[in-house]
């Protein structure tokens, strides 16, 4: 008896533990499932870090606009795109690192939604599907702005490996056709993705006012190409309501120690590096205007007693000038854009105001004087940074400042101060001095091209999906940094 129990005890036990062996196949780091609140995260995250990064690999918009210059590697300020395939960077990050979660995210919702009893919770189904979709439209406006046409029907589909490219203008009136939807589907008193939407916790009167801030910022963006549609835009887009302060900003907080951390420490503090310097062109304008945003911006230069911005394109000392501020770099700084915790600013109420400001001058039926939107434009850029009400106010008094005696027409005082209150969001200051042409950016006498009013296409297209990008080419007039895209009139 006791040789029995010895032969069947093992038995016994290979089958208590026969019905787990299949777990051993499961990889916990790669999950064959994932509920859409984390791919919904996950593509928040990718698209916060895509427009803030400073990597040279992705987003150079801070070099292109002259905020920074590069200390020993210049290519990127004289605006070399090809060495490191920048545009296949942009491309591929939206495309498949953003775009792709939230088509994923939408497929997932109609069966991840449900209620208390198990089945589907309605409200929260129709916000989480408006939510997703308006990041998309966002996202959309970027990869239309920077390229032109782009693959927008036919894109992210299994079944369609070669995409066509849609027409930029078409792409961009779909656009609008889809915030208008998702505006409507919004039901405030219902639910959403909770803290899994780290810009606004679920909220939805705040997604509300981000969607239709974004569509005044599209409706302005066509104000030179189509300025009867721009105006029925914007008067809907004000009409539904925009922000109204500081506290709807749209936000990606980031958290203090990796791997959520801000990517511009990322890139400068964690790693090490001394690439970047501010120029003359943002440091001479801000000291020129005594703007309190100044410490904010950047730190002191070599001295220790003056503010310096380096010559665009050129090869700089990193020791000699300014600095982007944070207080892990040198004295003089009070700002904490190198911070890990520094969030990214996907939209802000002053980038509301400066547009509210111009619907005004063109025309447009929208409330109080552009005077009064510009003041509130700036006076809000300067307390986001950190600046008191009282700076704000005697900014505002100088004759250089005052919209009054500003110098140049309303594009030049909008373009010139939207220019300073754009800081550290270089991609959407690119898209603004196109629009506006303000301030006038002089290209370094080493540049390799002309101003780039867009990117190329990635390589990879023209390898890959050459029939279709050789369409698009044409069809855009080339596909050079030079060509202007269709709301580009100026």
């Given amino acids: 008896m006791k040789k029995l129990f010895v032969f069947l005890t093992p038995l016994l036990f290979l089958a208590a533990c026969k019905k787990d062996l299949t777990s051993l196949n499961e990889d916990p780091k790669n999950p064959s499932s994932v509920p859409s609140f984390a791919l919904y995260t996950n593509a928040q995250r990718t698209l916060s870090n895509t427009l803030t990064s400073s990597s040279v690999n992705l987003n150079i918009f801070r070099l292109i606009v002259q905020y920074w210059t590069e200390t020993t590697y210049t290519d990127e300020s004289n605006y070399d795109l090809q060495t490191r395939q920048i545009p296949r960077g942009v491309w591929n ?3 498949r690192d953003v775009l792709r979660d939230l088509q994923e995210t939408k497929k997932l919702i109609p069966t991840d939604v449900l209620d208390g009893t198990g089945k589907p919770d309605a409200p929260r189904q129709k916000n989480q599907l408006a939510v997703v979709d308006i990041t998309e439209v966002y996202a959309w406006y970027y990869l239309v702005t920077t390229f032109g046409n782009v693959p927008y029907s036919e894109a992210l ?7 066509k490219y849609d027409d930029q203008k078409a792409i961009f009136t779909d ?3 889809r915030i208008d939807a998702d505006i409507a589907a919004i039901v405030i008193t219902g639910e959403s993705f909770g803290n899994a939407d780290v810009i606004y916790g679920g909220d939805m009167e705040a997604w509300k006012k981000f969607a239709a801030s974004l569509k005044l910022k599209m409706g302005m963006t066509l104000a030179d190409s189509d300025p009867a549609l721009s105006k029925t835009i914007v008067e809907a887009a004000v009409a539904t309501g925009v922000f109204t302060s500081n506290a709807d900003n749209a936000e990606f907080k980031y958290l203090s120690g990796p791997p959520n951390t ?14 970047f310097v501010g120029t003359t062109t943002i440091i001479d304008g801000l000291k020129a205007l005594n703007d309190p945003r100044l410490p904010y911006y950047f730190t002191l230069d070599g001295t220790g007693n003056e503010y310096t911005g380096g010559e665009p394109g050129a090869s700089n000392n990193y020791t000699t000038y300014s600095k982007p501020s944070g207080s892990s770099l040198v004295k003089g700084s009070i700002g904490r854009i190198t911070s890990a915790d520094f969030p990214a600013l996907l939209m802000d109420y002053s980038e509301v105001e400066f547009f509210l400001a111009e619907a005004k001058e063109r025309g447009y039926n929208v409330p109080i004087t552009a005077g009064e939107h510009y003041n509130k434009a700036i006076t809000a850029s300067i307390l986001y940074w950190g600046g008191s009400s009282t700076q704000a106010v005697n900014y505002l008094a100088q004759p250089a400042v005052a919209y009054a005696t500003a110098a140049g027409d309303y594009k030049q005082k909008i373009g010139v101060q939207k220019y300073l209150g754009l800081y ?3 991609w959407d200051e690119w898209i603004e001095q196109r629009r506006l042409d303000q301030p006038a950016i002089i290209a370094p006498s080493s540049a390799q091209s002309v101003y780039p009013v867009r990117f190329t296409y990635n390589v990879d297209e023209q390898n890959i999906n050459t029939a279709n990008y050789n369409a698009a080419s044409t069809a855009i007039g080339g596909d050079k940094v ?3 895209l269709f709301w580009d009139k100026n």
């Avoid at 589909?157 to 995409?163: A, L, Q, R, S």
């Fill in 424 to 426: 550290n969001r270089g």
């Fill in 93 to 95: 990050a939206l495309y």
């Fill in 157 to 163: 589909n299994i079944d369609k490996p070669f995409p």
């Fill in 482 to 484: 030079g060509t202007k």
């Fill in 175 to 177: 656009l609008l056709k």
């Fill in 262 to 275: 801000n990517p511009v420490w990322v890139d400068l503090v964690q790693s090490g590096r001394k690439d």
